[in-house]
């Protein structure tokens, strides 16, 4: 039985870990070293259970850690070649540290097949992730991307778990202290995903045999945890879909770690 620990999720930091207790990944290591070692002290996973890190793109609130993280424990990174390119120019690669591009096919960790597929960020390579476990068990991470492609959508359908962003109530947005310009890029199709758009999806993926859901990255100034919560379970009620019976759902805080959920 997998699990997925929700480390960080937010403006401050991403970074989840999925698999067993003794072996799994790291999606993302947006937060640093240290702290990144503490949350998974609090779950009770050894660091030495982490056989690769898969990173979504090179923004900073998911590779702040990566670089000391991957070289202090001796962790193999896998990205697309946009942004392996993107994080040496940052300066974010380490020597010591093996980085591998990953591609349409995917790649084999702690017996689970990690696939990418494309997002719609304002990055250089944007991808979600797909996990499959040897049982056939599927999860998904799609987060960071401004809307549901059809790629994304053909990615998530059919998964057992998602983890799918819900950023920004829109009314909050709108009315927030953000400068124009910032609240236009959130908005765009290469920005983030609302409350609104992230609820909508929830029906067909339960319908398609999706039973455990993770909202995250959620914004700290433009949403509440309850509102995202909301949002999501109107949806989802208003297709006769009941909570604890259909489908659980959870908040990633966006300030802390999360409770695990098993798969």
Same mark, same amino acid.
């Not at 259970?49 to 991957?70: P, S």
């Given at each position: 039985m997998a699990r997925i620990c929700p480390l960080f999720s937010g403006s401050k930091g991403n970074s989840y870990y999925i698999g067993a207790s003794e072996s799994g990944i790291l999606i993302d290591a947006g937060r =640093? +070293?240290?702290?990144?070692?503490? +949350?998974? =002290?609090?779950?009770?996973?050894?660091?030495? +259970?982490?056989? +690769? $890190?898969?990173?979504?793109?090179?923004?900073?609130?998911? $590779?702040?850690?990566?670089?000391?993280?991957? =070289? /202090?424990?001796?962790? /193999?990174?896998? @990205?697309?070649?946009?942004?392996?390119? @993107?994080?040496e120019r940052l300066g974010a690669v380490n020597e010591r540290v093996n980085y591998a591009e990953i591609g349409t096919a995917g790649a084999e960790a702690a017996n689970m097949l990690i696939k990418p597929f494309a997002t719609s960020h304002d990055c250089a390579g944007s991808v979600g992730y797909t996990v499959e476990a040897s049982d056939g068990t599927k999860i998904a991470l799609a987060t960071d991307t401004g809307v549901v492609t059809e790629e994304i959508h053909d990615a998530i359908i059919g998964s057992d778990a998602v983890i799918i962003e819900s950023n920004h109530d829109v009314g909050m947005l709108m009315n927030g202290i953000y400068p124009y310009h910032l609240k236009r890029r959130i908005l765009s199709d290469s920005g983030h995903l609302s409350n609104d758009a992230c609820s909508k999806l929830l029906p067909e993926l339960v319908e398609s045999g999706t039973t455990r859901f993770i909202l995250a990255h959620l914004s700290r100034e433009n949403n509440m945890p309850t509102i995202a919560e909301s949002s999501a379970i109107y949806e989802l009620s208003n297709r006769k879909m009941k909570r604890d019976r259909d489908f659980t759902l959870m908040v990633a805080p966006p300030e802390t770690s999360g409770e695990c959920v098993l798969v």
């Open positions: =640093s +070293a240290k702290q990144l070692e503490g +949350a998974l =002290s609090g779950y009770n996973i050894d660091v030495g +259970a982490i056989k +690769a $890190i898969f990173v979504t793109h090179e923004h900073t609130d998911h $590779i702040q850690g990566l670089r000391v993280f991957a =070289s /202090r424990h001796n962790i /193999r990174v896998y @990205a697309t070649g946009e942004t392996l390119w @993107a994080l």
